[in-house]
């Protein structure tokens, strides 16, 4: 299987760093994102209109808190 150049598919980005989730980043800061392989998912929705650093919350949420999301969850099963 040839690996996409661009992970991008149906208007989500594909994590190939974490098999199954799929992200959808949008402006200022907003996440959703799916987990297929354990059939959740949600959204985030930060209200930042700075400058500051546009890309640090959905790298955030991205990063740290889906991890923990699915940490939970498999505490949970």
Not at 4 to 11: A, I, K, V
Not at 40 to 58: L, V
């Amino acid at each position: 299987m040839q690996t996409n150049p661009t992970p991008y598919g149906m208007g989500w980005w594909i994590r190939s760093e974490n098999p199954g989730v799929f992200t959808d980043p949008g402006a200022f800061g907003a996440v959703s994102f799916i987990d297929v392989n354990r059939g959740i998912g949600g959204y985030m929705a930060i209200d930042d209109y700075s400058d500051r650093d546009a890309g640090a919350p959905p790298a955030f949420f991205i990063d740290e808190m889906i991890p923990a999301i699915q940490a939970a969850y498999d505490a949970a099963q």
